[in-house]
């Protein structure tokens, strides 16, 4: 399956449509079960990054080599997530 951004599903059997929000949305129950898909503000976020054409390149090859060569974790790293992480639990 490939997710090209909130709308655009590949690879996943059956309809893809956009549920409305109107009158016309509500369905008898006997329609069966239904599935359902929320996504994030943060992945949203992404979404339109991505398909802004803002992300920038250069970082992208940078980062990804580091973690290839094993070298991007570092001690002041994680040090800083985990100070980050404390500070949003408060």
């Known amino acids: 399956m490939q997710i090209h951004g909130p709308s655009q599903v590949h690879g ?4 893809h449509t ?3 929000t109107g009158p016309r ?3 008898p129950s006997s329609a069966g079960p239904t599935d359902q898909l929320d996504i994030s503000p943060a992945a ?3 979404a339109s990054v991505a398909e802004s054409g803002e992300i920038r390149q250069d970082l992208v090859a940078r980062v990804r080599n580091e973690i290839a060569a094993g070298t991007y974790e570092t001690a002041e790293k994680v040090d800083a997530a985990l100070d ?7």
């Open 44 to 46: 949203e976020a992404a």
């Open 12 to 15: 996943v059997k059956g309809p």
């Open 84 to 90: 980050r992480f404390l500070n949003e639990l408060g």
């Open 18 to 20: 956009t549920p409305s």
């Open 25 to 27: 949305a509500s369905r």
